[in-house]
């Protein structure tokens, strides 16, 4: 049996004990197969000894469990690794950042304890997937709409604090929160927001409470274990229109983006969608190759007008009453009209609730807030695995060509070719900033995983030089993507390791996460 870093045979033994008394023998896992179910299957250090493999993991079904086990937790100064339903792929899948860790695996933890359609909010426990709430407000025949992530098999709890981001007005998941409750490491149980008023009436509809207001600190952090979580949910929309708006030119980037960028910041466009170049996707042409490859312009310019290609597009995502969804896309043609030959094109438009023969036609219901699987189609032909490399970018035209540049050199780099990266979208998942989420293939091969991993290094650095911060990252990167945040001699790592110690002084939760390492830990990872 592996053991937690710095914690003896002996000790380790007396805990699994504690565990298994604390919360059924049944519950706590200890055989290498059981443990095996919680390595990442996308990880970087496939076939390496320093992939982080937990010792052991435990699967309480309450929160006066929770509280047990991290009382047991401390007297054996045992690090558990915190997940919801442990579907992180693409940045550490369930495992743990620091190997020995112990689990705490929430899925048990699976009640839906309020699902409101008057005032449009639920309030969930750890375990809860975007399946099941779906499911749930399918048979009860509530009109509300989740907000799902690509993967539905996810939790809302676990995506929310990881601020992940989905596709409807309710895209940006924790901000979307209303009112956590959370076990401390000291064992105690806090509710935020107006959760903290015995008896509230509002806790999941609004934020604050009074006082300093502080989910944040719970967000990609390691300071507690959230074990109930609310959320705004989407009165379900009458209708759904999108439009494409489409520019010939590759300079007319900068005004389609600052018209863009108007629509989102004035609420007009409030949902997930991104702009793109045509030029890019799809499997080109031996023209479109070559032409790519050689970077002229205005060649480009002459062949998407040739075969009546747009040089960029975005597609604008409505929801609404069927009104008020036509008059935001007219308003927002009225705004594109100031860029020279702009092409508009309809999109999709739905009425909803859609019924089962509609829904079976439509390719990716995710953003008519339906759950999926269909996005692990992606990259399945290229590799065994991906994580992602998810820089925030400012939301102006100039920022997507140098990101552009930037990203052709990382594609050169991976490929070892000299073409151009394929495709790169920039994203809306939050409002006011780009988001890239690009594709890093993990493979069963050391070393083009360790070339990878150098690649994604230097990227994190390249990208800080230009002033952009990565929003998510995979557990191997943490520590990198922290040290890049290093305003005033990294001040605000320095805040975060002040409130690691206050509450947490013996480190037992999560050591490492978020580049936060407990005190005994942080010289060893200096
Ligand atoms: C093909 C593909 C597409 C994807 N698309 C998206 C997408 O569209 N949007 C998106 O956001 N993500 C996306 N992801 C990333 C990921 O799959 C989802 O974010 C997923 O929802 C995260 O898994 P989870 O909900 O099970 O979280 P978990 O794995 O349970 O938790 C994630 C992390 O949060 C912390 N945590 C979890 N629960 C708690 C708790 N109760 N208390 C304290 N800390 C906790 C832990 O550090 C944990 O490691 C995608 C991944 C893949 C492979």
Known sequence: MRVPPGVSPGDFASAIKQFQEAIGKEWVFTSDEDVDTYRDSYSPFWHENEEPIPSAAIAPDGVEQVQAVVKIANKYKIPLWTISTGKNLGYGGSAPLLGGSVVLDLKRMNRILEVNDQNHFALVEPGVSYFDLYRYIQEKGLKVWIDPPDPGWGSLVGNALERGGGYTPMRDHFDCHCGMEVVLANGDVVRTGMGALPNAKTWQQYKYGFGPYVDGIFSQSNFGVVTKMGFWLFPEPEAYLSGNVMVSKHDDLFALVEVFANLIN?????????????????????????????????????????????????????????????????????????????????????????????????????????????????????????????????????????????????????????????????????????????????????????????????????????????????????????????????????????????????????????????????????
């Not at 594609?411 to 594709?439: H, M, N, Q, T």
Request: glycine share 8%; no cysteine.
């Open 266 to 526: 004035s609420g007009t466009v409030q949902a997930t969608t991104t702009v793109v170049s045509p030029l890019a996707f799809g499997r080109p042409d031996a023209e479109l190759t070559a032409l790519r490859a050689s970077g002229s312009t205005k060649e480009l310019e002459d062949y998407a007008a040739r075969k009546t290609i747009p040089y960029w597009s975005v597609s604008l995502p409505f929801y609404g009453s069927p009104k008020v969804v036509a008059a935001q896309w007219e308003f927002a043609r009225e705004k594109f009209s100031v860029v020279p030959g702009v092409r508009f094109q309809d999109g999709a438009s739905y009425r909803f609730p859609l019924d089962a023969d509609q829904l079976a036609t439509i390719r990716n219901p995710v953003p008519f807030g339906v759950p999926s699987l269909q996005t692990f189609s992606i990259g399945g032909a290229r590799s065994q695995g991906h994580m992602w490399f998810s820089p925030i970018i400012p939301m102006t035209g100039e920022a997507v060509l140098e990101a552009q540049q930037v990203f052709d050199q990382v594609y050169k780099d991976l490929s070892g070719s000299e073409g151009v990266s394929s495709s790169f979208p920039v994203w809306s998942f939050f409002a006011r900033a780009f988001v890239i989420i690009y594709f890093f293939p993990i493979e069963h091969d050391v070393e083009k995983n360790r070339r990878n991993r150098e690649i994604f290094k230097r990227l994190v650095k390249t990208s800080a030089e230009r002033g952009w911060g990565e929003y998510r990252t995979h557990t191997a990167f943490m520590g990198d993507i922290a040290d890049a945040y290093s305003f005033n001699n990294h001040a605000l790592l320095r805040l975060h390791e002040t409130m690691k110690d206050a509450l947490d002084p013996y480190g037992i939760l999560a050591p490492g996460k978020s580049g936060i390492w407990p005190k005994a830990m942080r010289k060893a990872q200096a």
